[in-house]
């Protein structure tokens, strides 16, 4: 992703770059209620979307490979600091392994197979969604290289953003950062903690001695982030501009205690999600993102969708009964308020065209995730047999997913524009988005070398569309005002993250499955 600062610096420098060439801006024209009632085909769309982490991948490609104009890349990852860190994902349209979203992706991917497995497998699925979660997991157990090490970051914003270039190519710095007893980490020790712990889940059945290790992997790294507490970016500077953490590392390790327990239903994890709530804010923060950095609403949804944790309520203390009682109120009010029915100004903001609308920067994130939590949310009142009550009303388990299903719609093209937010899909999708691999020729058709400057010269300010189709990619979408520009440099819009596809995994997975089943009223 590009970040702030590093960003606004980096912006400048951009344009002396691109000083002598002539960036034509295209605009998508807002046609009066275009909205469309079409229907969808999630299952396509399910497809598309696990193709995507295949153009993201970094590392040695396998044979089975199924985005073809992608190569190896960052081959000698690692090798300055002695050890292999070949793999892994690209977070966005840059070649820099971040550690924080990579494993936040992998997290989602996980929980999208833990809730949806079956709705996956059906649709013929399932293979690549492993696939998908098991090319972040190897990277993670070549990172945790010792139990109080692991590496976090490869590659640097500053550097990778002045060159547009092919991964393929890559001349830019590839330092890797590591936290360490003395440069502690916790955001990033504790949510590689949750992605292995969710992904042991996952591979249980299919692979029990994958999933052991990745368990073994998910306990220590946990232990490590919560002795050796510290924010992660403080020992990371490199990070700082890009994946800076504003929510600190309560939510983290809480998420990481609460995929523990998941993984294991042991005590100690329950005891840790209990007894550490209110110091880590676990049911003081009432916060209507769910992302990379601030996963409250996420920890509070699992808590509450936890059917161990429910259970061996019967057990409890009353006051520990009374903060499970807190998690899942704070769970609601989170529901509560992407539905606009909360009380108070709590309420998620829309477009004018119904879309959630968090921020400028990347929006789609904030959608993506929310339809994920409101899909699980939905179906854990299902199966107790609930009903959501919110400030402004009542609402049952099937009216939360028809606004899932609203919101999926307008991601898919039943929005103002008539666009498909996720690449590839439909007939109307954003050309040119911001990808270094997707913008430039691929190096199997054309293998001379293309220099950083060189790139942004001849591919980034191209006029025409990417040479290659992101199928699967969900871009940032529009603005507050459903406007949306398609060029490179409009990268708030048109930039794609792993960590925005990751959560439609499950939730196209669910409406697909429905939508076989039955029609939603
Ligand atoms: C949200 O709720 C407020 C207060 O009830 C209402 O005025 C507003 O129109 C609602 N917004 C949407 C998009 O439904």
Redesign the pocket.
Known sequence: MEGDEGRRRRRRRRREICANSVVVFFFFHLHAAAASRDSFDYGEALTKSLLYFEAQRSGHLPHDQRVTWRGHSGLTDGLEQGVDLVGGYYDAGDHVKFGLPMAFTVTMLSWSVVEYGDAIASAGELKHALEAIKWGTDYFIKAHARPNLLWAEVGDGDTDHCCWQRPEDMTTSRKAYKIDRENPGSEVAAETAAAMAAASIVFRESNPHYSHLLLHHAQQLFEFGDEYRGKYDVSIPAARSYYASVSGYGDELLWAAAWLHRATGREEYRRYVVDNAYALGGTGWAVNEFSWDIKFAGVQILVAADSKLLMEGQRLQDRQKSILEQYKARAQDYVCSCL?MSSNSN?VG?TPG?LLFVREWNNMQYVASAAFLLTVYSDYLAMAGNELHCA?GSLGPSQILSFVKAQVDYMLGSNPLGLSYLVGFGSKYPKRVHHRAASTISHKVDKSFIGCVQGYDKWFVRRRGNPYVLIGALVGGPNAKDQFKDTRDSYMQTEACTYNTAPMVGVFAKLHQLERHQSLT
Request: charged share 20%; net charge positive; hydrophobic share 20%.
């Open positions: 606009n309420n829309r119904g402004a």
